[in-house]
């Protein structure tokens, strides 16, 4: 074909392997976050959860307060406080059945605790005991993760193990808005979206990493938005309504246990209190701002629809505040007591079996703390 | 029953070979990295497993090293015995924190609870002209994170057996394929596979009396060719495959030094703060009365790994071991 | 106040703090990627353009052609060519002024030639000479970089750090579909976007990483959607299409240089040939799509242009193509003298000074060669 | 003129006055990292940083280790001096990628045209009751990577002498803090700082004649305090701090080696394939014929960082490095 030929022939040719794959429209979350305390949606919950919410949030509340109560007097190293978060905390524990599995953040104790977790045990991190507390396989709940968003792949890879097996579980795996500026944020939602994976991922945006507000965090119109850059939808839900939490995760648990794949959610909500108890905020924001969120309180919230449908009355107030004051209670009597560790605990969990150099340093240590008593109390000294 | 005479085959043969036993031996063991399914891997260790045993099994990962070993760690923990390919040394550090923070630490901060048995197989090394990032020697790094295991193997036997070893392991190994060694062939048979050793002996690679070579991986060879030619100095050279770093056979490696009186540690990474360090220095404090000489170090220079074309400079070769092994103070011995 | 004047007060409290942050949709990429050739648009471009572009992509095209067949002579250690893809490459570095930089991946040899860069000089990575063959400041080309997506957060930096200065400096980087996957890609991307700095990402998407097929690389609506996720606009573009790639890149660099901010681009293209010389395509893909590629090939679809336009006839061809030869001419003979190394820069640049360790290796080293040497030829040997 | 007499102050605020001057006396030089801005980072050592040079020049970056440092690479190459502030340890290893694979190669694979001038702050050890990840010694992994600088200041006036130097170094240096000495006091006049040496230079910290503590960071204090509770032994040990890890100062440790006969090397992070194996080695390649005794290690255990309330069995302490002094041979000098 010569040239003069070609030019009449010439038409465009789109790329032959190209198609976008999926509609972007319905994984975008809506302009504002999702509400149902006080519109007409709430009057159709079911009288129960709304109580079960309620009593749980009261209690979410107490336990934040207690355990900060313990950095004061020494029995707890650190503990960062989710007051103000309640919402999120529980209902994320409430959206999952028994067989599922609950991958938290290091904030995310209360969720731990709702999800059947010995309150004490829940602490063992905190207080300076043992890294986990807890056995994960006892609630299906893994340990607490300190390094940020590094559990979510590992709640992706789960999810799909679990699949793999032809078992029908869901992996609830939380992070905060800080966390998901982490690559690994990106590769967990990644793998979730290629593999289907039944996952849900819960950012809790409570406007600070620490100090960093979120305006310096992103840019992104809404961190729901990330989902559609991984083929998964998005939902904006406000997190201090218990109930609207509770319904877009249970929603989307139940996607992701039909094979729909995973979903991103991100509850808008505020961090209360500082950091943990070692931190001071005043450092980095004013107190008006606080008091604008202390507004739009989680458990008061609650408390007004409950008492709006005629469901709590002073008395059932009460008797909340007393379950919450004897779960507070029992928590200050056992963390009270001292935890009593054995150092030969050190070397027995490195691997399955001590190898050979640890039985060898297992060996120093014993007869270092075998001297060191006989030396009498001198001789722990240095 | 006959028995097939063993003929040669590759590291690379032996190493799918045992991937392929321990996924049909073994419903739990999933393969997962980038191009290791239908590919069969950049260098065709995997070659084969997906058609056999399903996508599901041998997995195309998205390329995302974190990701990879992230989620590996989630399969292991729903009891899943994941085998992860990292496609080289370089490109395992992306998955540096979910390694050390967790793959690590997971067991110990569980006391117990969780166990992550998953083996992670890391193409290491250089000698094959490869650019740059393609040819880090890392066991340094895993060395000194407890809580993993590392092994190497040095023959195709061993590749057999230490990866069967690894991958049945409970605890997480980091497991060193020396890139060079792939298609090193010696007289194997597959059908009869060497007996699946647990991991963590060293073995005598060739015995000697004046002084012992301490190496392991792709250096074996190396020691082995320089024991030969040393034979000629007049040096009868004791060869030690340390096959596993970590845990570390001091016994076999003691053994073999409070005989010699000598020893040498020859590594293709960088002497500083590199394998023979350690090596050298735990001889010293269990041999220090049975060393005629300090333990040297033959090791590659402590500089970024070189452009290809420079590769043979830096690599430790038999004469830059006979020179170590000269200067192990032979005359006060006399 | 008691609960029941509560009840009546109630309303819904959004939470005060809480607005969206930028409107999404001007973000997202249209469903469709941007074309020009053969479409009325194409007929505005200017002449001189549609020429550059030209003589550049049918040099390319030889470019790759002939480092393939250097990798054949053993010339070259390995080699990705970038045939099918040479619209992006160039395009990529025409839309940037001197002044700006370039971030390519492994694979742009030909964005760093088309920069300025020697053509021998940015083969010398390839051929198993040092690292980085030409000086970076000299056309502000970074390292090629092996490692994929870890260049993007050096653009990032380096950007921020003109615009920091003052310099209106725009950087321009280019990473895979696979490695979109990496969270590098995620940090820097949201680094940019929320530093605004003037960076522009372009994401080849060549439909393969090695064997790996987009559809197990993501299941977004395309790659360009992730964009949003950041803040920053998503652009798709048939990367077959010079024309459409040079204008996108030119719009987004202007953008960046204005102060605009960050945008990424998705090109849609294709690797034509395998993924490198060692690489051996037919595992993982059928004829049949290479061959609908092949018919949407970017240099054809510019000569079509030109041709159709007048401005191209056999005679400019043939020069074109001379051009294109000469080029190769002189490469295969430069490539062919063998590259001198000495041994002893294996010191020099690992540090700004030697260590006094870095000093009695490099003695150690002459020794050895200086050895070498006396015992002659078989000294050499092992 | 009138000068301040010295008065305590703590490293932390030795640190801090070493960033401000840095920064006062180049306008290249720009803070970046997690809290760094508003809050003054979670140890306050950028405190009044931001607000001083403004946000451009102390920056809060989003939370992404890899992106900061990545960035931070950039930056350097544009000709800035960047300070990157890692939070913690174990907060740095999303970052190991960026580390090995540029910062410390690029001056490499450039042949020299591009340097990375930039100064990588990273709190380091244990003994503050940190929960899990915040007290990682992880010094081995950087020590093991040629191209970087490893620097760690024992004392206040080190702290100032060695952070403005390292930033001052035309090469990437990791700077790392120990923790648990960021509130320790020195009699030290901020208005008279220290001057800036070079980086690679060893002190002894006490002289003494018996064997040779070899120690840095964290463990100087415990070593000069061991030493002290050695003397109602009849011992007299010379305590080296070590400062800079690299560049080795082989000089004066083998000087003070050679000197007294023996050696300990003392250090928090694990031994095995930790500092103490290199130092060892080398100390013995170089000395061994003035070593009486073979060069021991006191260190942490093999064992991932343990709980808090273990903290105090895992560090090294007094009686376990005089324990290890007892078991220098002492007998055969008789
Ligand atoms: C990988 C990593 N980097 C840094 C830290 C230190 N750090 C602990 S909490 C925190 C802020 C987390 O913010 P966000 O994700 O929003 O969670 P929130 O604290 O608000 O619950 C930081 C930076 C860490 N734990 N892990
Ligand atoms: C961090 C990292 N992981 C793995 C590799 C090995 N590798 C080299 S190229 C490649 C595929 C890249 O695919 P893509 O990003 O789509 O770029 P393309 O090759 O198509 O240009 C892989 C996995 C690497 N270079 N770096
Ligand atoms: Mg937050
Ligand atoms: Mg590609």
């Known amino acids: 074909m010569t040239v003069m030929e070609q030019r009449g022939a010439y038409r465009p040719t789109p790329p032959p392997a190209w198609q976008p794959r999926t509609d972007p429209g319905p994984l975008l979350p809506d302009a504002e976050p999702y509400r149902v305390l006080g519109t007409g949606a709430a009057d159709r919950t079911d009288p129960r959860l709304l109580r079960a919410l309620y009593a749980r949030l009261v209690r979410g509340r107490r336990y934040n307060a207690q355990a900060t109560a313990l950095t004061r007097q020494g029995r707890l190293a650190v503990y960062p406080s989710s007051t103000g978060q309640e919402a999120c905390e529980i209902a994320a524990a409430l959206a999952l059945e028994e067989r599922d599995w609950l991958f938290p953040s290091y904030r995310d104790t209360l969720a731990v605790v709702a999800r059947g977790v010995d309150p004490v045990e829940a602490l063992t991190l905190l207080r300076g005991d043992w890294h986990t507390g807890y056995d994960p396989y006892e609630h299906r709940v893994a340990p607490l993760s300190t390094p940020l968003a590094t559990q979510l792949p590992h709640a992706v890879g789960l999810a799909h193990a679990a699949r793999l097996k032809g078992d029908d579980v869901v992996a609830l795996a939380m992070v905060g808005d800080g966390g998901t500026s982490e690559g690994d944020f990106h590769e967990a939602l990644n793998f979730a979206a290629v593999w289907r994976a039944p996952v849900v991922f819960l950012v809790q945006n409570n406007g600070f990493a620490i100090s960093v507000p979120l305006a310096k965090q992103t840019a992104a119109p809404s961190l729901a938005h990330k989902a559609v850059g991984y083929g998964m939808p998005g939902r904006l839900v406000d997190g201090n309504d218990a109930l609207a939490v509770h319904e877009v995760l249970t929603g989307a648990v139940r996607r992701a246990r039909e094979g729909g794949g995973p979903t991103l959610v991100e509850a808008v909500t505020y961090r209360v209190e500082a950091h943990t108890n070692a931190d001071d905020a005043t450092r980095y924001r004013g107190d008006a701002e606080v008091e604008t969120w202390r507004r739009h309180d989680p458990v008061e919230l609650l408390e007004r629809e409950l008492t709006r449908r005629g469901l709590l009355d002073e008395e059932g107030m009460r008797a909340a505040r007393e379950d919450a004051e004897a779960m507070a209670a029992d928590l200050r009597a056992r963390m009270n007591e001292d935890a009593v560790l054995d150092p030969m605990d050190l070397f027995d969990h490195v691997y399955a079996e001590p190898t050979p150099q640890l039985r060898e340093q297992r060996d120093l240590l014993r007869a270092e703390l075998e001297a060191a008593a006989e030396a009498g109390p001198e001789g722990e000294e240095r | ?334």
Chains 1, 3 share one sequence.
Request: charged share 20%; aromatic share 6%; glycine share 10%.
């Open chain 2, 1 to 334: 029953m006959t028995t097939v005479a063993a003929r040669p085959a590759t590291m690379a043969q032996a190493l799918t070979r045992a991937l392929r036993d321990a996924m049909a031996a073994d419903p739990g063991v999933h393969v997962l990295g980038e191009d290791v399914g239908t590919l069969g891997g950049v260098f065709r260790i995997t070659d084969g497993l997906a058609a056999e045993f399903g996508d599901d099994r041998c997995t195309d990962t998205p390329l995302a090293e974190a990701g990879i070993l992230g989620a590996a760690v989630g399969m292991a923990m729903y009891g899943l015995r994941p085998v992860v390919e990292m496609q080289f040394d370089a490109f395992a550090y992306p998955a540096f924190e979910q390694l050390v923070s967790h793959v690590a630490k997971t067991r110990n901060r569980t006391r117990g609870a969780v166990g992550l048995p998953l083996t992670i197989r890391i193409p290491y090394g250089g000698g094959i002209g490869g650019v740059e990032h393609h040819s880090d020697s890392s066991e340094a790094y895993y060395m000194a994170t407890p809580g993993l295991h590392v092994v190497t193997p040095a023959t195709v036997a061993d590749a057999y057996g230490l990866l069967r070893a690894s991958i049945a392991s409970d605890d997480p190994v980091v497991f060193l394929e020396p890139k060079r060694l792939y298609w090193s062939k010696d007289a194997w048979d597959p059908e009869e596979p060497a007996p699946v050793e647990p991991i963590g002996r060293a073995v005598v690679r060739r015995p000697g009396r004046s002084a012992t070579l301490l190496t392991y991986g792709p250096s074996v060879a190396v020691c082995l060719e320089a024991a030969e030619a040393a034979r000629s100095e007049g040096w009868d050279l004791e060869v030690v495959d340390l096959r596993t770093l970590v845990p570390f056979d001091d016994e076999t490696v003691c053994a073999s030094v409070r005989r010699t009186g000598r020893a040498v540690v020859v590594h293709e990474g960088g002497a500083f703060a590199g394998p023979g360090g350690e090596i050298a220095a735990r001889v010293t404090e269990r041999c220090f009365h049975r060393l005629e000489a300090p333990v040297l170090r033959v090791a590659g220079f402590d500089v970024p790994y070189p452009p290809p074309m420079l590769e043979r400079h830096h690599l430790p070769g038999v004469d830059r071991i006979l020179d170590a092994v000269g200067r192990l103070q032979w005359e006060a011995e006399s």
